[in-house]
């Protein structure tokens, strides 16, 4: 069973920094792009950030580039959202995503995500 | 960046009828369109991918048709479990924009 779990997320400063986990299971985490999808508080969904199987290509939203950074770690099956001068626009929920596809590049169609971990910036 | 409106934001529908969103790109997409359901307080749910693909456990009920600019999301008889709010996503090009939002709501 494919199975997400986020972490990592809190209350933060506005000009602060988080940083996000999320733990794979149940699937050959290192074949699969993977990206971040943050919801604020009652709107929509937007796409934050991708990274390919083997890390070596990223993509960002306009929102966050140069803010935020994605990696992952293949050999503990882990995925992480470094966030640095956290605005107040940046509180949400935070989902990871499993790209439907592996073996490939970043197709960003979304079969399995986590249950959310929510950052609030706030002073 | 490639800007994906829905229509309408909100529906009031019964048990039973045809429901139909529509989604729209700012520019050519081909089919590279997705299809999700979120309930209040849970994760998103692919339906349908590349505008038309089922995704696997996904009631036949639902449909996807469209390509290029406009796209359309079908539930034919709707069901209590179906109300959620959906959402389109392209995912053509970065960054792979999500549209705002249907909420269906029961009447």
């Known amino acids: 069973e494919v199975q997400l779990l986020e972490s990592g997320g809190g209350l933060v400063q506005p000009g602060g920094s988080l940083r996000l986990s999320c733990a794979a299971s149940g699937f050959a985490f290192s074949s699969y792009a993977m990206s971040w999808v943050r919801q604020a508080p009652g709107k929509g969904l937007e796409w934050v950030s991708a990274?390919?199987?083997?890390?070596?290509?990223?993509y960002y939203a306009d929102s966050v580039k140069g803010r935020f950074t994605i990696s992952r770690d293949n050999s503990k099956n882990t995925l992480y959202l470094q966030m640095n001068s956290l605005r107040a626009e940046d509180t949400a929920v935070y989902y990871c995503?499993?790209?439907?596809?592996?073996?490939?590049?970043?197709?960003?169609?979304?079969?399995?995500w986590g249950q959310g971990t929510m950052v609030t910036v706030s002073s | 960046d490639i800007q994906m409106t829905q229509s309408p934001s909100s529906l009031s529908a019964s048990v039973g009828d045809r429901v139909t969103i529509t989604c729209r790109a700012s520019?050519?997409?081909?089919?590279?369109l997705n299809w999700y359901q979120q309930k209040p307080g849970k994760a998103p749910k692919l339906l349908i991918y590349a505008a038309s693909n089922l995704q696997s456990g996904v009631p036949s009920s639902f449909s996807g048709s469209g390509s290029g600019t406009d796209f359309t999301l079908t539930i034919s008889s709707l069901q209590p479990e179906d109300f959620a709010t959906y959402y389109c996503?392209?995912?053509?090009?970065?960054?792979?924009?999500f549209g705002g939002g249907t909420k269906v709501e029961i009447k």
């Open positions: 990274v390919s199987s083997g890390g070596g290509s990223t």
């Open positions: 996503q392209q995912s053509y090009s970065t960054p792979f924009t």
């Open positions: 520019q050519r997409i081909s089919s590279y």
């Open positions: 995503a499993k790209d439907q596809a592996g073996h490939g590049g970043v197709i960003v169609i979304f079969d399995y």
